[in-house]
């Protein structure tokens, strides 16, 4: 197998582990900075690498879109092309042509729907978003899913499973590079039946990772929470559990006690592009007046670039004058935060105290900063 | 004196030096990146320093306006509240208030002006000037002065020189910090006879530095090129000489020929946000389709991180997709490549071979891209 998973402890549903991939190993429970357009936002890799990643995100549908995969392939690869030597997970697309793309049009055979950059009309099926992924050469690809809305019917939750496993099935099939691993996606929302209607199937087909999709789509995050534990139950206890596109500090340290070990979120560079800064005493807002003259550091534990050389009154500076240094520093702390958070998080789990660990972080997240 | 200078070489009237400060040595030639708002736009300060920068600039007016000097002071001055350790040298603002603010009315007593960016009412005296700058805890210092546009009338001109002469007189007395030195600066426009007049009284007085304000405000470039080496000569050889805002590669290697050691300019950051990047065959334009599909590094014998680690293709893609590491790393390597213009020519000045070095650089920079 491509990838391998092993654990090196657990404490009670939470886990610690290791992702060996290609391009080198992955210790869990990770985050995975999400760099859409084969980069993270704002952030040189060097500066990524310094903030403590082992891996980064890529997206299919807008690297096909600009510049185009097949182009990725003929320079070498994502990995050559944004210049990013660690292990590399491109999701399939499914989810930008639900959220972005216009005039789509989805039937079992796939997903047509034009470009929100520039209008072309383009498809996009199980078998396309296996070949870019291929072309892209991500360490770990995504099959394609249909990923509704948290508000969709029942009927709509039941027939975005179903396509999703036809998909899967599909995506299985059509996979051929021996150096990407495959994983599936379970859908149902947050029908706890329907979640393992589509589980199981998926967990027959043998694939090397599992993922939970359809969470933090505009749920209230306690439902998210509540549904959880049982739905990470229903993947192999032997391979890797990622939880896509969530979410904020607190959501991962539940996440990570219901026994999931990977996770994306746009949250940290989005943020930190806003001014938004997240810190172990919650959020702080760097355009806040109140920060206009304090000398302190952002956040006085944080060894990042950011915390370890300037002021909040300088970050709030930057932010006020619009300055491109304000984005890039706050989306650097950002990311340190979420994965000092998650080396923090595994060391618990090590030591068999993820409890208590979460208990303690997840009160102190409440402190008005 | 704060301040020294020492000179290591010279070939014809180009020169090769040291100046020492409280901050470090600057080996001269030298570039100085301008770091208007407390950043060099887009970059860190470890970006800054592995550019190979030795000196940047600060800006009176802007810093002033936001956040304020006295702010910048409690905090414990530019050095710190930016995070640059090496020297820092401030305009007097004189410039920005000519070129930015808005409802001006200038006197002999001082400037009187409207933010650009609230409308506030300010005055910007000679003795505010240097206020601000002590404030600001620069190494370098410069005397307000007044600066007229290329298209000046020679009263205008004459004026300006009159004005400058007085608000220098005033500057030089009003002066304290025994940390920072303070330069002049010479006007005059394109009329020798002028200058002369403006730089004779300026040296009597004694400054430990001089400047040539007023080149590069829309004159053909070639008018500054004939106008520098008379102009140069008008300063002390023992002295660093410092010629405001300028400019392209070629203006520089001219500039260093006619007997100039000092240099700043926006031209390599701004140009850099806008896809231009400067190389030894001349401007590149990654915007330009050509580019789309290109393995090759931006510029083959440059050494910085933009350099070292991403195509063509790949900056083609940030500008095309506008992601914010685009503007970055031209920026970045626009700072690297004029910095390693200036340690190729004070090479080569010190091994006495300046005349046929910028004539081979000055015929290179016209090999299309």
Known sequence: MTISFSLQGSSGTARAGTITTPHGPIHTPIFMPVGTQATVKGLTPDMVTAAGAEIVLGNTYHLTLRPGDELIRDLGGLHKFMNWQKPILTDSGGYQVFSLAQQRKITDAGAKFKSHIDGRTLELTPEKAVEIQ???????????????????????QRNAVRRSLLWAERCQKHHTRADQAQFAIVQGGLDYELRRECAEPLVAMGF?????????????????????????????????RYLMGVGTPRDLLIAIGAGLDMFDCVMPTRSGRNALAFTSTGPVRLRNAKHRRDPASLMSDCACYCCANFSRAYLHHLFHTEEMLGPTLLSLHNIAFYLQLMREARMAILADDYTEFARSRLAALQVPN
Do not use: Q, W
């Open 134 to 156: 291929e072309n892209l050469g991500s360490d770990i690809a995504m099959v394609l899913d249909e990923c509704p809305p948290a508000d969709g019917t029942p009927e709509v």
């Open 208 to 240: 090397p990772g599992y993922a939970l999709g359809g969470f933090s789509v505009g749920e209230a995050p306690e439902k998210m929470h509540a549904a959880l534990p049982a739905c990470a139950a229903l993947l192999p206890a032997h391979k890797p």
